[in-house]
Each structure stands twice: as C-alpha cells, then as structure tokens.
T-cell receptor, first 114, second 112 residues
Framework: DAGITQSPRHKVTETGTPVTLRCHQT?????MYWYRQDPGHGLRLIHY???????DKGEVSDGYSVSRSKTEDFLLTLESATSSQTSVYFC?????????????FGPGTRLTVT | KQEVTQIPAALSVPEGENLVLNCSFT??????LQWFRQDPGKGLTSLLL?????REQTSGRLNASLDKSSGRSTLYIAASQPGDSATYLC???????????FGGGTRLMVKP
C-alpha cells in the first residue's frame, strides 16, 4: 500500500468554524490531490498540487483552500465550515500524471459539520 | 466534459460465478483508465491501470479490458468469492492529466 495517512480520520465541527485536514505521504510523489465523496455525486476533485507551493483548483474548490509547504504534506482548509461540506475527504498521490497516472488513495477523513 | 458511467449500479451473484462490470466514457481521448475497489467506510484501492496503448491488463482473478474507440472498459472477475464484495469504481484522467473523473461505481455482493 502507498504510504498515505490522513488526519484526523473523523471530525465533527460546528458551522462557521475553521477546519484543516492533513494528508501525509512517505512516497516522495510530486502530485497530491484532495477529493470529496458524496452519495449521488461520487468522487470529485477539490484541489491538487503539482509541487511544493504549486497548487490549482479542481472541480469543486469553492470554500476550500490548500497549502503545500513540504513534498510530504498537503493541507486542506475549510475557512468557515458549512453543512454542505459534510463529506468524506480523500487524499491521493501519483508519481506522474498523464503517462502513468496511477493514483493511490489515503484512508479518508469523515467530516461532519453540524 | 468527460462523463463516466458504470452499469449496473448494483449486482448480487452467488459465489463461484464469473462476472463482468462495465464502464463507459464519453471522450475516447484518454491516457489511461483505472479500476478501484472500495470497501465500506474505507479508502480506494487501485486494482488495475490500463494505459491507452494497451487492450487489457490482468492481476490474479481480475482482467480489465479497454476499447478506446467505443469508449468502454470491462472488469472481469473470475470465480467470485464473498471477499470480492465491495464497490468497484472506474476512473479516467482529463486531457491535462490533472484530474480523475469517476464513474458512480458498481456495488457487488457475492453470496456464499
């Protein structure tokens, strides 16, 4: 299994509070991704990173920000959590895009916003 | 915009059956296609990655095929076992290679 950990694994927070989720990898892969998974919508990309300090938006980026100060860590921040952000969040990594592109996923963080 | 569809959404079979899961995509200009397995409450486990130049890929009892021209991939599971029960997802990258588009998944139940 790819060396990907996510923390916390479960979190309950109140509407309006800031929340930061962490993804940590031991594979030294360049590309890291944050997805959310919701019933009826499947998995959707929030943000991704193609290197330290290099990030870009995905399909559903509104209300989220990310940071990557080290190769191994990719942080997802909800500045002011809303109930619509209740979801399961997955981090993924890949060594190369396009030609190889095999993505490996972390165990997920279940976030509940009350 | 790429759309990925998986049929059926759910499937229940007796143990020992060979089965086929289907994945279709609308834009055939893909680099590769990846099949994943997801157990309830767990993350995604990569099963097979087929490059666009390949027709099929095998791992144990799993065989995945890819027909780009028709926009289809199939995942064949031989001699199914109760431990194969899970949701199976297929995904393709976009043209820039920076995003995977996932199908809705097929929820498989293999009954002893």
């Amino acid at each position: 299994d790819a060396g990907i950990t996510q923390s916390p694994r479960h979190k309950v927070t109140e509407t309006g509070t800031p929340v930061t989720l962490r993804c940590h990898q031991t594979e030294n892969h360049r590309y890291m991704y944050w997805y959310r998974q919701d019933p009826g919508h499947g998995l959707r990309l929030i943000h991704y990173s193609y290197g330290v300090k290099d990030t870009d938006k995905g399909e559903v980026s509104d209300g989220y920000s990310v940071s990557r100060s080290k190769t191994e860590d990719f942080l997802l921040t909800l500045e002011s959590a809303t109930s619509s952000q209740t979801s399961v969040y997955f981090c993924a990594i890949t060594e190369r895009q396009e030609l190889s592109g095999e993505q490996y996923f972390g165990p997920g963080t279940r976030l509940t916003v009350t | 915009k790429q759309e990925v569809t998986q049929i059926p959404a759910a499937l229940s079979v007796p143990e020992g059956e060979n089965l086929v899961l289907n994945c279709s995509f609308t834009d055939s200009a893909i680099y590769n296609l990846q099949w994943f397995r997801q157990d309830p409450g767990k993350g995604l486990t990569s099963l097979l990655l087929i490059q666009s130049s390949q027709r099929e890929q095998t791992s144990g009892r799993l065989n995945a095929s890819l027909d780009k021209s028709s926009g289809r991939s199939t995942l064949y599971i031989a001699a199914s076992q109760p431990g194969d029960s899970a949701t199976y997802l297929c995904a393709v990258p976009n043209n820039a290679g920076n995003m995977l588009t996932f199908g809705g998944g097929t929820r498989l139940m293999v009954k002893p």
